[in-house]
């Protein structure tokens, strides 16, 4: 059961986000999150003084963080109209309740003084408002009413049947050791395998750690287009890491690796590829890009393989659930998408229980085979989908970080 969107897509939560366009604004997204509480301030670093494609990823992870099928409603805050008019308008595509705000020229009592009067008119138009010259407090008091209203509205939002073709799920690992490549992440791919077949779509990426293994992704590509769009994508990614004179070891692979027995990015890199199973990848996607909604199936999107970014990076994309397998463990959680953590590490699934949605080191001891701990991961993200809080979500876990390309002007 799921929310159906205005765009046909389908969601598995129903957020009312308060996002703020830069990191001037998130005292006041999170000022109207306090204020109603229920609502879900995204505050980040960024938003400034950035250009080029850097711009563009960030305005993509904005967007496609507010299209997500598991947000229901979005207020927008920025400190300059313009920018935050071009979120709220990019949000609006989707049809769902969006309003903007800034910030600049008006100063904090006033906004919210004048929040009040104006409320009721924005309200008649909530897509791609502004409010240009009015300061933090009456930007907080006005989004606040907003985002009250939008609030009642998503609670009022009833699940429907959904079919997997509607949802995107993503993958990515952290904190892997020997027992990620030999567990975790075959339990990992057994759900990708059903979920492709199934009709739905999966994304998976960490460019850097295919690295010994980026043939075995490339051979598996659709057609000729896709396999030369794959190679120029990691190889590019490669330059740039080497470019730098850089020696990655320590970084890739990480202290935890190297601590639970992965020596060799190459070692690293064939537990990775061992959960994004064995269907073809369909398609290559940018940072923050969604795919292709006509052409379901696996595939690879150009990403950190830091765990806040690369999660940020596939709900922009349109990713409602993620699969997270680890190994010596990690606590990782987004604000706007569930993300499930697995492990095959026995140690980690007894000192890490709260963090952890399902243990398969049963697999390791030959307690049950790889399909027994298929059907364990499906019933947890079916569960998950109908709506029971996974772990990180009971934590309160909810790391959101940009991807950045390069300094800032």
Excluded at 150 to 168: H, K, N, P, T
Aim: proline share 3%.
């Amino acid at each position: 059961m799921g929310y159906r969107r205005e765009n046909g897509t389908m969601g598995i939560r129903n957020h009312v986000i308060i996002l703020p366009l830069d990191d001037l604004s998130n005292a006041a997204a999170e000022a109207v999150a306090k204020v109603i509480p229920g609502t879900l301030a995204l505050p980040h670093a960024f938003g400034r003084l950035q250009f080029g494609d850097d711009l563009q990823l960030t305005f993509d992870t904005l967007i496609g963080t507010g299209m997500n099928a598991n947000v229901a409603a979005v207020v927008v805050i920025g400190i300059e109209p313009k920018w935050t008019q071009r979120v709220a308008d990019g949000i609006a595509k989707t049809g769902k309740p969006v309003a903007a705000f800034s910030i600049e020229g008006k100063g904090d009592l006033q906004v919210i003084q004048e929040a009040s009067r104006v409320a009721a008119m924005f309200l008649q138009d909530a897509s791609g408002l502004s409010i240009e010259g009015k300061g933090d407090l009456q930007v907080i008091q006005e989004a606040s009413r907003v985002a009250a209203m939008f609030l009642q509205d998503a609670s009022g939002l009833v699940r429907e049947e959904a079919e997997i073709g509607d949802m995107i799920m993503s993958i990515k690992c952290g904190e892997s050791d020997t027992t990620s490549g030999l567990g975790s992440c075959p339990t990992t791919s057994q759900a990708v395998d059903r979920w492709v077949e199934a009709g739905g779509t999966v994304f998976f990426g960490e460019t850097s750690e295919l690295t010994g293994g980026e043939h075995l992704i490339a051979d598996r590509c659709i057609d000729d287009a896709c396999r030369n769009l794959f190679q120029e994508t990691y190889d590019n990614y490669i330059k740039v890491i080497e470019s730098t004179g850089a020696n990655l070891l320590g970084s890739q692979p990480t202290q935890g690796n190297i601590a639970g027995g992965l020596t060799t990015i190459e070692e690293k890199a064939l537990g990775n590829i061992a959960k994004t199973g064995s269907v073809p990848v369909v398609g290559v996607l940018k940072p923050a890009q969604a795919p292709d909604p006509k052409k379901k199936g696996l595939y690879f999107m150009d990403s950190s393989s830091a765990a806040a970014e690369c999660v940020t990076l596939m709900a922009a994309g349109g990713a409602v659930i993620h699969l997270f397998p680890t190994g010596q463990g990690n606590v990782i959680g987004n604000p706007i998408i569930p993300v499930l953590k697995l492990t095959a590490n026995i140690k980690t699934a007894k000192s890490m229980t709260e963090h952890m949605d399902l243990d398969v080191s049963g697999l390791l001891r030959y307690e049950y085979d790889l399909t027994k701990a298929g059907d364990m991961m499906m019933d947890v993200i079916y569960k998950t989908v109908n709506g029971r809080l996974c772990t990180a979500e009971v934590m309160g876990h909810r790391e959101f970080t940009f991807t950045k390309l390069y300094i800032s002007a």
